[in-house]
């Protein structure tokens, strides 16, 4: 069961920043928030993951509200090939015994 | 860096024949698993392995066998192939999951069980 709540679809104008939300009210204190992404049936790609802080990186910024209940994926300038479904997973570091659950995700159109 | 390699792309089979999934990766990943994604479904664990010669089940372990001799190599067999094993097949890997890392997944394996 996901324990995570991602709207279904979102639309976003070429060039602009594309933010995608995700409520996780449930989450534990030692669960880690992940966001992958899926391009048309190829493989998921991880895009970032964050604990407490914002984190950055070459594809994506991560905020995460302070109470850690709810999370924002921002990609700050969209192209077209960033339409994909996107995940967003919340999951323990332990040694692997926990899997990575995937729920229905956010369908992301961008538009030209 | 190739990453996650599978191997074959598509595959076609008929109904109770077996076959191996091909896994590798060269990162030097401790963590290797897989995933069959159903159309219009999400990902579902079938095994996963922490380590050379430690395999565990994962949600929908039925039908498959798995070993993981080496620290590169995580093959998935299906015994006696069914349609209801028709699906997409990933493979993934990860550097550390108790330091929070991501999982590197393959391009897929596309089964149709006929």
Redesign the interface.
Known sequence: DAKTTQPPSMDCAEGRAANLPCNHSTISGNEYVYWYRQIHSQGPQYIIHGLKNNETNEMASLIITEDRKSSTLILPHATLRDTAVYYCIVRVADAGNTPLVFGKGTRLSVIA | NAG?TQTPKFQVLKTGQSMTLQCAQDMNHE?M?W?RQDPGM??R?IH???GAGIT?Q??VPNGYNVSRSTTEDFPLRLLSAAPSQTS?Y?C?S?RG????????????TRLTVV
Not at chain 2, 97 to 108: A, H, K, N, P, V
């Open positions: 996650v963590y698993s995933y999400g990902l664990l996963y392995s922490v565990d994962g949600e997409v990933f993934a990860s999951l108790i330091e929070g890392y991501g999982y590197t997944f393959g391009s897929g």
